[in-house]
């Protein structure tokens, strides 16, 4: 409804010009608060009020008889103090209807003025467990970057992998100690479980002094690019890697790695640049930014620290280097960084920082897309049952034989039988389905309660729901012996009935839904606005016949059916979701 709406607003700009002489009025357009109003309701009239000089109701009524809007619009009426209300003809939301019918993208422009835009997620850390909260990252950033790309931007999927820091002097020590012969010769090294690796090395480095010393010589020689030791270091990132690209193919995730290491040549200039525009301050021997603004828990200033006492960077170093390589290399305009929310100070101060220095400016948008923990039922941190941190893998893979459960149950209640093909394949998707929409619909920026039993649920806003409402639709054509493909592109669509008209004002609102998250990033409202049309197109399943209508209503309400279905299956693939024909 986008361009209907920006319509709108011109021609209520002429008619308050020609009726008041105000140019350029600040006209909003808003859906009515009150359907018995109509379908939109502007609200101008009572803020020109003091400017004109008039009572709103007075200012309405000038406005009203100096509007062109017949094609779009019955006569307008005024309520209230000076609402203006708008009721679209009928004719009028036929036409959109059936041309978004007839488009492939149903209706939604691309962006008038395509970004170059970065999409930071997931950024798991080698040798570390990858744990839901980088599910979280990776699920919420992967729509992020869909729906970009649909709205026709130039997207940039980077995985901020945490592939470097003082942790791998300890590892590369320990591999040492125990798999000496995968220094000289890779292929003898299969650590399986590097994540026990990690443990076990953690708790030799906490326990044992020589230990601990040797794991520092080793960063050092890391760090001064000694050949044998990014041999060990690039081993073991290549074991991580390996589980983490079992889990992007498992979601159907495409992610580009360019981990902490590739901007560690970076890190000197970054310090170098703020020491010759005198933002370094020194402070107990670590190199520091000040900025305004920041603060620690007992209200003294809080730098951002760019070089440690023992001259390591960190994790804020690089995240300024990766930003000015964003920004002058790959010539990024729009960068999204999406991490939980207890990184948000420090994305805060890196970008506060970045603008002090001049490497951020005006014309580049830097997000922070920040989310909630993941907790489990009982409110608490996710944990499994013995208390460990949930595995991403074993997490998915329960997602899966639970869904199996609850579709061989289904089966059998309907006394249906179907091929172990069949289930298995479903249960894969709608298991899969189920934990990503799950994470999406929840409103990123709270916690997120974990649970499989609500997720899978046939009923609310949850995936399960969502596919049967799709598989609904290819049902009806089924049955009818319909092929929807080919009603598409004739002017079939008529709207009539109040719960078409319903329908189809829904389905128009597609494009102002997107065009939203790629404002706040919150996939949750296209959950919703899901949700709302399956729900919408349930009331009028209920009221309207399809099959049994009569000719051309028929084809008329097929044709409404159809696009509500290719309206889900384009949003859930924006979610990362693919629909399936049956359940
Ligand atoms: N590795 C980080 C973590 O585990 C996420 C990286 C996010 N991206 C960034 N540019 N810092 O939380």
Redesign the pocket.
Known sequence: MIATLSLLRTRFQEAVARAHGVEGADVLVLPASNPQFGDLQVNVALQLAKAVGKSPRAIAEGIVAELKLDEMCETPTIAGPGFINLKLKASYLDALVNASYADPRLGVAPAANPLRTVV??????IA?EMHV??LR?TIIGDSIARISEFLGHDVLR?N???DWGTQFGMLIAFLRDTHPEALTDASTLDIGDLVGFYKRAKLRFDADEEFKERARREVVRLQGGDAESLYAWKLLCDQSRAAFEKIYQTLDIKITERG?SFYNPLLPAVVTDLEAQGLLTESDGALCVFVEGFSNKEGNPLPLIIRKTDGAYN?AT??LA?LRYRINEDKAKCIV????IG?SD??AQVFAVARLAGWLTEDVRVVHVPFGLVQGEDGKKFKTRSGETVKLSDLLDEAVVRARAHLDERLASEGREETEEFKTDLADKVGIAAVKYADLSANRGSNYVFSFDKMLALQGNTAPYMLYAYVRVQGIARKGGVDFASLAGLDNIHIAEPSERDLAKHLLELDDVLVKIAEDFLPSRLCTYLFELSQKFNHFYEACPVLNAAEPTRTSRLALADLTARTLKLGLSLLGISTVERL
């Open positions: 930071d997620f997931s950024g798991p850390n570390k909260g980088h990252s980077l901020h992998v945490g902490e994790y690089t995240d990766a960084i999406v991490t939980d990184q420090h994305f």
